[in-house]
């Protein structure tokens, strides 16, 4: 292994930091990666990584090191390209992460007009909606939303604001009198948003002053079309993206509360994410572009959201 790739096996182990993933990055073994290392570090005749069995960590000298390896990296890349005549087209494998329910209606045509238009980009994509860390999980982008960005260290670029709506079924409001005011939603019960997500409580503006009401709730849960489902089965009013009960409140199975009342940080944004370097690589760029121009275009469309 040349000196060149040993720069990149030690980006990749610090940025994952870790050794297993680093080689499952790159496609190589565990001990292929724990050799370059060594043989780099024995070529500036310095450690470069403190190991234990739980962790790794860069040493000073690694620190100061690491920015410029990057940077000789990133502009390697540009480099091979000018020097063979060819423009940094996309290509290989851009893996995404996307917050399953904020985004899946409109996955699907993202990523197929996206791969319609760049023939040479195959994408391994990831759905969930627990918190992730781009560089460590191995991902190239995220579709998220706030709670998901472990670290602060990427760029985002806002894509779109899923409105909430508050609901309930006719089941619940006959056994519960109708609210006519914020304050009134202190004598129900909700189906909440997990306190790990989002706080369980609704902020209204009245005028020039803002209402706090904290929600009492026995269920709650990370996924709204879950709490949509418990919702329709009468648990509890819910707070819940706009989009995931169009055709429940066409039909009548959920009414909806308080409509003429503003919901003070009441619409949840999704967020493209990428790592914070200064040259992206052309899988990158284009999807960054593709994502931005999509959303812009259909901005009106029904989405489900979080």
Do not use: W
């Amino acid at each position: 292994m040349d000196h060149i790739e040993s720069l990149r096996v030690f980006r990749s182990v610090v940025e994952s930091r870790s050794f297993t993933r680093a080689a499952d990055i790159l496609g190589t073994s565990v001990p292929a990666v724990s050799r370059a290392i060594s043989r780099l570090e024995t070529r500036l005749g310095s450690r470069l990584l403190h190991r234990t069995t739980r962790q790794i960590s860069m040493t000073e000298t690694a620190e100061h090191f690491y920015a410029g390896c990057c940077r000789i990296l990133d502009e390697l890349e540009v480099l091979e390209a000018e020097a063979s005549m060819q423009t940094l087209q996309p290509s290989g494998v851009l893996r995404l992460v996307a917050h399953a329910t904020t985004t899946v209606l409109r996955l699907v045509p993202l990523i197929a007009s996206f791969k319609h238009k760049y023939s040479n980009v195959d994408l391994d994509v990831t759905l969930t909606e627990r918190p992730v860390d781009l560089v460590a999980d191995g991902y190239d982008l995220g579709i998220v939303v706030p709670f998901m960005l472990s670290t602060e260290m990427v760029i985002t670029r806002l894509l779109d604001r899923v409105p909430l709506t508050i609901v309930a079924s006719p089941e619940y409001l006959k056994r519960h009198s109708f609210p006519q005011h914020p304050s009134e939603l202190t004598k129900h019960m909700f189906v909440a948003i997990s306190p790990s997500v989002r706080k369980p409580e609704l902020t209204f503006r009245l005028g020039g002053q803002d209402l706090t009401v904290p929600l009492m709730y026995h269920v709650a849960s990370n996924n709204p079309i879950f709490n949509r489902e418990m919702v329709l089965e009468g648990f509890g009013i819910g707070a819940v993206p706009a989009a995931l009960v169009q055709a429940e409140l066409s039909s009548g199975r959920l009414i909806p509360i308080l409509g003429d009342f503003e919901i003070v940080d009441g619409a949840v944004e999704i967020r493209l994410a990428y790592n914070s370097r200064i040259l992206l690589p052309a899988k990158v760029r284009a999807f960054v572009e593709h994502a931005a121009a999509f959303f812009d275009k259909t901005a009106d469309a029904p989405q489900a959201g979080c």
